[in-house]
Every structure is written in structure tokens, then in C-alpha cells.
């Protein structure tokens, strides 16, 4: 549609009035919350970290070297990686694909059944077994996750009674609490997308390939998953989005060793005291992020509009 036309139809369904509010809004909104605190980031990271009474001195110039901090550290040395941080990165970055990955594959059944098998009020409890729990604040929910996998918790002791092991097993060392948390932590974010782009799907699609001798497997491989690929590529760019991203749960359900880039960039802005270097890590998180909303819009070939609808 052209924007012109959508802006005029958007003027004649709401008025001016309300049309002018939400505009201004949603502008404000954008600009105030999302733009100018990134500009000012970016700006913070091609700075030198300097003291307050140096700040717009003859000191005070533009650099790189808070990029490059990433990949060689305070030697500067190209010949010597940074390795602490950039295996930090990519275990955040690989951790997130696995975390999406794995909601996917979980919320793509729930949201078929609900938008095609359920109804009445079966459907209308399930979605409520869905929503209810996260009324629940995420930092409890992420205690409750480590009181859940630890040493004396439940799965512990149900493995232990069920002669399925003899001791208790560390799963916050061996992270699975953590990626058990955040992907609990974003399911709605996957199931709704896909859920909202397949009850549009026409049942007697679904019905024809049954009549034409289908498999369940084909049906959706052919059928189903075609037509809900904005559901999909919008849920996964969100959860991969946010688990990159995540902080809290980290922070509780992280073994020893599983130190977070968010935690990274968390203790450069805090305990290090260094705004600038915090500011490139997170913008160099940032483009990452961005990179791989670009590649599941490839992926999936779907555009930008389909993916915000």
C-alpha cells in the first residue's frame, strides 16, 4: 500500500484527534526510548574513558580502541586474541540460537493444536495455563527454576527416587538450569507469533492434503509452515533477541563458569567504571542481534512488514 494512502486511511478510521496522539506517541516514544539512548551509546563507544574534568578536552577524541578491545584486550596486540571475552561472546551467541532453537521446536506444536485443534473452552484454559504463571515476576521465576534443578530439588530428588541416578546431579554447572529458565523465560514470545499466523490458516487446506493422502509430516512441511512464516521468524528474531540479551537469569541460574556478555558489559558499565568500553560491547551485541533478525527474514524470506503484523 502506498504510505500516503495508509496514512489517509489511518487519519479517516481514527480522526485527527486520536490519530495525532497516537502518532505523536508513538514518535516520542521512539525517539526518546529507543533512538537518542543508542546514538548516545554509540557516541559513548568511540570514546576515550576519561575523567569528567577531561570531557570535551583536547583528550577528548574519537577512537576504536574500545572495539578492538574485544578481539585483542589491553595488549593491543594482533597476535594475541582476547580469548576470556570473545569465547564469552560466542557461547552467549550460540547459547541464544540454542535457546530459540529449542523454543521452537517446543511452541510450534502448542501453537498448531491451539489454533487449528482445540476449541471452546479447552482452548481458552489452555491459553490461560499459559499466561497465569507469567503473572509471576521473572526474577522469582528464575529462583524458582534453581530451587527446581538444585541439588534438593525436585528433579533431583525424583531422579534419585526413581533409581535413574545415585547422587545428586549439578545442573547449574552444566547450565542446563539456564537454558531450561530462558526458555521458559520467552515461550509466549514464540508460541503467540506462530499462533496468531496459523489460525488464519484456511482448515480446508489442511483438509485437501489429508483427502490427496499427505502425511502429518508433509502437511505441515508443505502446507502449515509456508504459510506461517512470519509467526515464525517474528517469534524467533524475539527470543534469540532477548536471551542475548538476558541478565537476570544468567546472573541466577549461571554455574561458576557460565559467564553471560550481558554480565560482561553489565560489570564494564558498573564495576569497572568504563561507560565507553560497556558502550562498544553492547553495541557490538547490538549488531549482532540486528544481523541475525536480517538473516531469519533471509531464511524464512519474509519482509519486515510481514514480520510486524
Not at 582476547?82 to 570473545?86: A, G, K, M, Q, V
Not at 506461517?228 to 538476558?246: C, R
Given at each position: 500500500m502506498n504510505p500516503i494512502l495508509g496514512l489517509k486511511h489511518f487519519f479517516d478510521k481514527n480522526g485527527i484527534v486520536i490519530s495525532l496522539y497516537l502518532l505523536g506517541a508513538v514518535t516520542l516514544w521512539m525517539v526518546v526510548m529507543i533512538v537518542l539512548p543508542q546514538l548516545f551509546m554509540l557516541d559513548f563507544s568511540f570514546r576515550f574513558n576519561l575523567p569528567p574534568s577531561k570531557i570535551g578536552g583536547p583528550e577528548d577524541v574519537y577512537t576504536t580502541?574500545?572495539?578492538?578491545?574485544?578481539?585483542?584486550?589491553?595488549?593491543g596486540n594482533p597476535d594475541a586474541y582476547?580469548?576470556?571475552?570473545?569465547t564469552v561472546f560466542f557461547r552467549?551467541?550460540?547459547?541464544a540460537i540454542c535457546v530459540t532453537i529449542f523454543d521452537l521446536i517446543l511452541c510450534y506444536p502448542i501453537a498448531f493444536y491451539l489454533a487449528q485443534v482445540a476449541q471452546g473452552g479447552f482452548a481458552r484454559l489452555m491459553v490461560l495455563s499459559l499466561i497465569i504463571p507469567f503473572w509471576v515476576n521473572e526474577i522469582l521465576r528464575a529462583f524458582a527454576f534453581r530451587i527446581l534443578f538444585g541439588s534438593s530439588g525436585i528433579i533431583n530428588m525424583a531422579g534419585m527416587s526413581l533409581g535413574l541416578w545415585d547422587q545428586p546431579v549439578d545442573f547449574i554447572k552444566a547450565d542446563v538450569a539456564?537454558?531450561?529458565?530462558?526458555?521458559?523465560?520467552?515461550?509466549?514470545?514464540?508460541?503467540?507469533p506462530i499462533y496468531n499466523a496459523i489460525?488464519?490458516?484456511d482448515k480446508n487446506q489442511l483438509e485437501a492434503a489429508r483427502d490427496l493422502g499427505a502425511p502429518w509430516w508433509r502437511i505441515h512441511w508443505r502446507v502449515v509452515i509456508p504459510f506461517?512464516?512470519?509467526?515464525?521468524?517474528?517469534?524467533?528474531?524475539?527470543?534469540?533477541?532477548?536471551?542475548?540479551?538476558?541478565?537476570?537469569a544468567p546472573q541466577i541460574l549461571g554455574g561458576p563458569s557460565s559467564l553471560w556478555f550481558t554480565q560482561i558489559i553489565y560489570q564494564w558499565f558498573n564495576t569497572g567504571g568504563?561507560?565507553?568500553?560497556?558502550?562498544?560491547?553492547?553495541?557490538?551485541?547490538?549488531?549482532?542481534?540486528?544481523?541475525?533478525?536480517?538473516l531469519m527474514m533471509r531464511l524464512f524470506k519474509v519482509g519486515l512488514g510481514e514480520i510486524g503484523r
Open positions: 580502541s574500545n572495539y578492538t578491545f574485544l578481539l585483542y584486550g589491553s595488549s582476547n580469548w576470556i571475552d570473545l552467549t551467541i550460540l547459547a539456564l537454558y531450561a529458565g530462558l526458555g521458559y523465560a520467552y515461550i509466549l514470545l514464540m508460541i503467540f489460525e488464519s490458516l506461517a512464516k512470519p509467526g515464525l521468524a517474528s517469534g524467533s528474531t524475539m527470543v534469540f533477541m532477548l536471551s542475548a540479551g538476558a541478565l537476570a568504563n561507560w565507553p568500553r560497556g558502550s562498544a560491547y553492547a553495541m557490538i551485541l547490538l549488531i549482532v542481534c540486528v544481523g541475525f533478525v536480517l
